[in-house]
């Protein structure tokens, strides 16, 4: 059973970077779709963009692509999300999830989540 | 981006009575594949969301029979038979044909 669990910073000042890693378990990093996903408080979610192709191909929102930066660390099966020049509306739950188990787009199995506040 | 809505966007629902969950979309989502890229899923108090319905209709292994997913092109519907307590939460309608995918705003539902 693939197991996804989130790490990271959970205070970021303003104009820094929010750095986040999941770690996958039960699945390569290698295989499938690897994605992150965000809600800020009270609010609906938000796909920030995925890696795939053993982290050789990533997809961003558009409305992140400028800040938003997706890797992969094969030996550790772990990836990350960078996003840069952070601001209060970047205050959310940071989920990573998988997709591809069956298809390409659907995220079957999620990691708990991540509190990421942006404040001074 | 393509658009997503949901209607009612608050739902309270008795045990045993069947509920319904509308979404819509600002394009179609059927693919050239055949295949209609609609997701819903379930986000439970204080837990991750869930994937129910993937690709329009068809049910994640181990989600009950009682929640049923239809619709073409870019109307939706999710169906619950018979509501039980445990299907407490807020639904998520998400499209995947295009990127940047893109879910709906929610639908809170709860126990009468």
């Known amino acids: 059973q693939v197991q996804l669990q989130e790490s990271g910073p959970g205070l970021v000042k303003p104009s820094e970077t929010l750095s986040l890693t999941c770690t996958v378990s039960g699945a390569s990093i290698s295989s499938y779709y690897w994605n992150w996903i965000r809600q800020p408080a009270g609010k609906g979610l938000e796909w920030i963009g995925r890696?795939?192709?053993?982290?050789?191909?990533?997809d961003y929102n558009p409305s992140l692509k400028s800040r938003v930066t997706i890797s992969v660390d094969t030996s550790k099966n772990q990836f990350s999300v960078k996003l840069s020049s952070v601001t209060a509306a970047d205050t959310a739950v940071y989920y990573c999830?998988?997709?591809?188990?069956?298809?390409?787009?659907?995220?079957?199995?999620w990691g708990q989540g991540t509190l990421v506040t942006v404040s001074s | 981006d393509i658009m997503m809505t949901q209607t009612p966007l608050s739902l309270s629902v008795t045990p045993g009575q069947p509920a319904s969950i509308s979404c819509k979309s600002s394009q179609s989502l059927l693919h050239s594949d055949g295949k209609t890229y609609l997701f819903w899923y379930l986000q439970k108090p204080g837990q991750s969301p869930q994937l129910l319905i993937h690709e329009l209709s068809s049910r994640f292994p181990g989600v009950p029979e009682r929640f049923s997913g239809s619709g073409s092109g870019t109307e939706f519907t999710l169906r619950i038979s018979r509501v039980e307590a445990e299907d407490v939460g807020v639904y998520y309608c998400m499209q995947s044909i295009q990127l940047p995918f893109t879910f709906g705003p929610g639908t809170r539902a709860d126990i009468k």
């Open positions: 999830a998988r997709s591809g188990a069956m298809g390409p787009t659907e995220f079957d199995s």
């Open positions: 890696m795939y192709n053993s982290g050789n191909t990533a």
